[in-house]
């Protein structure tokens, strides 16, 4: 074990996975590797690439014991694409299968009859949630899972460490040569940027579809230079899960109160000035926030060069009013996204690596002047945990959060002081995802914290008579009301590594007891 | 020395290039490897790729003596690009490069002084005309020069077997990181589907640009992920070479004679009906011939599914008034087509790779129903040659003829039977680009030869009435008017070899006497 420039021990071998690298800062490590190629494939004309059941793909894509299979997760909690896949390969008696979608959620529960069976021996994926989540954390595999983020698992797929040999991808439209949408047919998702990447780049490529349209089907997200099968299926997912509707603004008054305190601090901050760019989450404080900042734009004449990130409906309607020259869209969170990446050509699609990747020439993240982020624990080196919860067992997912921490000019963290019973602010996160020399600005309803850092942020806070305070500040406030917390008990056993943007080990998960 | 398929001496190894596979069907070579992977590289937030000349960015990119430059051919007769950076690099005295455009043209006659002055040593192209053609039929180099087909060049870069060291991309707009399109600024040109395939295979690629716009311009074609150095200059092009006006209509009557035997035949085909796709070069009698059709598809109410190739502004017009459903556009050939890829969301860009590489997991050729090509010679084997003319100097492209022969249903060759006092159809091509095999159909204005190979095509000509013979009653017919041509005297030296588009030998060019 080794200790990390976050102060974490992290192993540098692991059975199953091979050597590692600790972390050592946001930009240190240089990528000196040529790109990943894939097996270079001919269809001729005449070829079909149609069938009519998974069972048949699987057996055309000749998948066999110990190799590693993908799936993208813009379907979401609706995802059918998934189970319906392992199960089939299951039924084929197909074994000791590493397990590599973009993420992974509650849907997603039956993986543990899976890893039971022996169908799935390793995962690698962005997150998790649910059963599955809990049967990880509680040591079900034998090797630590690898987290990633959105940006490094484009990051692994290109420089092939994330070697996938199929990809299953679920395709609300598509021809039958592989031209394929997410934003047409019943089970549309919107933008399909993280499926892009695994077309890319897997040996074998497997589109599923509900929804076989004419050739050609273009503009096309995934292009048939990339497919070697479309398989036709009654549906790909529920369109309940795929988007939940319209999003919803808050009337929670702490939350308001928080949003409030962000929108002063970006005001403040310098980087709200025409021409900025800004990727907000779906939580709502975060949508809150955009909400205040919208007005300050129409008030002053401040007009966005950009918005980045998972969409929401409210950065597509300020752009259709103007406010934002263009969208860049990884992945859609509503309704209103997912149609409007279909409709409008400058709400444009991203994948991955152009989001994200820190290891190409240029991601869009690196252009990003604001980020509001959540967390479910800071601490007072600014490190940020969005994977396990105040109990240690995962329950969420790394997404892009330190990819667009490392990109953004101005880095903000929002969430309240305490959540429940449950102080937010900690001396120590129970996982780091996010390193703290990469956040700026932590606000609270109880105040805002400026990472020492950022000097410059602190005078301008100040000059702006915010609600400073210290980090330690913070979580003494927080300490004062409902007490230290008590330590997590952990088993030994490492159950999860993981992985900062650039591939270096930055935490791991250990089994919870 | 073997003898091929469409039986050409053909050499096994040639000094400076290595060994080479001879032609031995179009499909009968299976791809082996994997892609090939250009170096990663990271670009860190707050990274500048703007340099104010092209001189910085060669410096930049570490060019150094025996590398491979590129550059794409969508200025056409306009482009300043390659002539510029080859006057720099001689400047800085790099020598012995291999220059590796996607074509040539007249404007690029002062490449002849960089061969002399020993900064250029080898050269790969689909095409090359005027002075620097001639210096290369009279052996200026000592190594030949390989001709490649658009999809094989695609082919070639993906495979590694062209590898690209540095690129050097004319961009008609983009911003300081790189997300370009074609379709606006002053020296627009339409689909940059060419220079898709360099930007993502190069080492380092440099887009130069007269049209600098804020970020992020997207949709783009090239995107900044790609990008290593964006560099600004006066001008790419001279306008009025890039995109030479509007496609006019020919009053040629021998023209459209050919033209309508041609729709003719294609009417009688089987394969003119609802959903048809189609390609047709810019010459008089192609575009006449879509006249024609066009005609008939509102008489009897056929709608193409789609235009593929090197686009006009005929196709355009006809997807605007609902006759084609889509448009893939890999260049573009008029202000019309120019225009309309940046405004029409069914008119689609496509990279080469997608156009025509035959070693993908399939090319949108593969679906082409019919293909309207030209030719300078068709022998009595049907083979054709479009790349040297009746001196045998080299004087034209390969460009997509081959690619599109090879997938298209109906490959059709519409051509007059005598051109001045030379014979079309003769009993050996001087140069093989497009083996007989894939070509089905020759239409002149003295009669039509169908290949004997598809025999359901005669039956229906027959059952038609069309002016049907065979291509040695074609043959014979020029001679008898004409007389037969005499042999070209060539040396011996070889100074080109012709690839086809799975990357064997086909033929090669000789030095003219």
Do not use: W
Not at 178 to 197: E, I, P, T, V
Not at 366 to 395: P, Q
Not at 478 to 493: L, M, Q, R, Y
């Amino acid at each position: 074990m080794l200790k990390n420039k976050v102060g974490r021990e992290v192993p540098e071998v692991v059975e199953g996975i091979g050597e590692l690298k600790p972390y050592n800062g946001p930009f240190s490590y240089e990528p000196e590797t040529r790109k990943f190629g894939r097996q270079i494939a001919q269809t001729k004309p005449g070829d079909s690439k149609l069938l009519d059941s998974i069972e048949k793909a699987v057996i055309a894509t000749g998948l066999k014991d110990g190799m590693t299979i993908s799936f993208h997760h813009h379907l979401r909690e609706g995802d059918y694409i998934l189970n319906m896949v392992l199960d089939v390969i299951a039924k084929l008696g197909i074994k000791n299968l590493t397990l590599a979608p973009s993420s992974l959620s509650g849907v997603h529960a039956p993986v543990v009859e899976h890893i039971k069976n022996g169908v799935i021996s390793k995962i690698t994926t962005s997150g998790v949630r649910g059963a599955l989540a809990e049967a990880i954390s509680g040591g079900i595999l034998d090797t630590p899972i690898i987290i990633r983020s959105h940006g490094g698992r484009a990051r692994a797929i290109e420089s092939g460490e994330l070697k996938i040999d199929v990809a299953f991808l679920g395709a609300p439209s598509t021809d039958e040569y592989g031209n394929a949408n997410g934003y047409s047919g019943k089970s549309f998702c919107g933008s399909l940027g993280y499926a892009k990447q695994d077309a890319e780049y897997a040996d074998k490529v497997v589109l599923i579809t509900d929804n076989l349209v004419p050739y050609p089907n273009v503009p096309a997200s995934i292009e048939q230079t990339n497919v070697d099968y479309v398989v036709t299926v009654d549906a790909i997912g529920d369109p309940n899960g795929i988007v939940s509707g319209a999003t919803r603004y808050t009337k929670n008054p702490r939350e308001l109160l928080i949003a409030k305190n962000a929108a002063s601090a970006i005001e403040a901050s310098g980087y709200f000035k025409p021409g900025f760019s800004i990727q907000s989450g779906t939580g709502g404080a975060s949508l809150a926030v955009a909400r205040f900042l919208k007005k300050t734009m129409i008030e002053k004449d401040i007009k966005a060069s950009f918005a980045l990130g998972g969409i929401t409906g409210q950065f597509v309607e300020m752009q259709q009013e103007g406010l934002i020259s263009k969208i860049c869209d990884v992945q859609g969170f509503d309704l209103t996204a997912a149609k409007s990446i279909g409709e409008n050509p400058d709400h444009y699609e991203i994948s991955a690596s152009l989001y994200a990747n820190s290891h190409n020439r240029g991601c869009v993240v690196n252009k990003l002047d604001i980020v509001i982020l959540s967390a479910l624990e800071v601490d007072t080196d600014f490190n940020v945990n969005v994977i396990t919860g105040s109990d240690g067992v995962i329950r969420g997912a790394s997404g892009g959060h330190c990819d667009t921490a490392a990109g953004a000019k101005l880095a903000m963290i929002v969430c309240p002081l305490i959540r429940g019973r449950i102080p937010t602010i900690v001396e120590k996160v129970t996982t780091v995802i996010t390193p703290g020399e990469t956040i700026d600005v932590v606000v609270t309803d109880r105040g805002i914290a400026v990472n020492p850092l950022r000097k410059d942020l602190i005078e301008k806070f100040t000059k702006a008579k915010l609600p400073l305070c210290t980090i330690e500040e913070l979580k003494e406030k927080a300490e004062s009301v409902v007490g230290k917390p008590k330590a997590i008990e952990f088993a030994d056993k490492i159950v999860g590594l993981v992985e900062y943007r650039d591939g270096t080990i930055i935490d791991v998960i250990k089994q919870v007891k």
